[in-house]
């Protein structure tokens, strides 16, 4: 069963760029992730499904400033121009045939 | 558009059972799994496990197994979960998902003597 591994926080200023991580564990590199962000008292919202390529496909309405990529085990979650709204956390998720699991989470501070 | 919509908040004492309905709309009930993953206060996701409502097929997380039920009228296109001999630490906000794309409002079960 994959493990994945989030930071337990990052910062950044408004209108700045960040970069936030999740790390698959070893023999799961290739597994595809999803990126969920939970705003404070909210449910969480899908934000994208991101393969080992790169290559990522958003969810409906979710805004041109948030981006996925991959380096190996890593995937990553850039979110550009950060808005106040963009204060969250951010899950990401992944699944094989039986189970599914959820990273711990980054909660994003906007400065 | 997609729509899961959960019942209310639940209050219950320690032992009893609990049992969280998931209503859906916007698309073919018996075509996806349906997914309950539940969060406990200040923590993170916790999936709990799956329903296949084309076929009732199920898959619980391990440490739930023996405690959770996860069923589906597909009459009413609504999914279940039941949670029983509740403890403190089952008190959470739990979601259901579809796709994993499309979140339930949420649903607050208190355990509290």
């Known amino acids: 069963q994959p493990v994945l591994t989030q930071s337990s926080s990052a910062s950044a200023s408004l209108g700045s760029s960040v970069k936030l991580t999740c790390t698959l564990s070893?023999?799961?590199?290739?597994?595809?992730i999803a990126w969920h962000q939970q705003q404070p008292g909210k449910a969480p919202r899908y934000l994208m499904k991101?393969?080992?390529?790169?290559?990522?496909n958003k969810g409906s309405g979710v805004p041109d400033r948030f981006s996925g990529s991959s380096s190996g085990a890593d995937r990553y979650l850039t979110i550009s121009n950060l808005q106040s709204e963009d204060e969250a956390d951010y899950y990401c998720?992944?699944?094989?045939?039986?189970?599914?699991?959820f990273g711990g989470g980054t909660k994003l501070t906007v400065l | 558009q997609v729509q899961l919509v959960q019942s209310g908040a639940e209050v219950k004492k320690p032992g009893a059972s609990v049992k969280v309905s998931c209503k859906a709309s916007g698309y073919t009930f018996t075509s996806y799994d349906i997914s309950w993953v539940r969060q406990a206060p200040g923590q993170g996701l916790e999936w709990m496990g799956w329903i296949s409502a084309n076929n009732g097929n199920t898959n619980y997380a391990q440490k739930l197994q023996g405690r959770v039920t996860m069923t589906t009228d597909t009459s009413t296109s609504t999914a279940y979960m039941e949670l029983r001999s509740l403890r403190s630490d089952d008190t959470a906000v739990y979601y259901c998902?579809?796709?994993?794309?499309?979140w339930g409002q949420g649903t607050l079960v208190t355990v509290s003597s």
């Open positions: 998720e992944t699944w094989d045939s039986n189970t599914r699991v």
């Open positions: 991101l393969e080992g390529s790169g290559s990522y």
């Open positions: 070893s023999g799961h590199s290739g597994y595809i």
């Open positions: 998902s579809v796709r994993g794309t499309h």
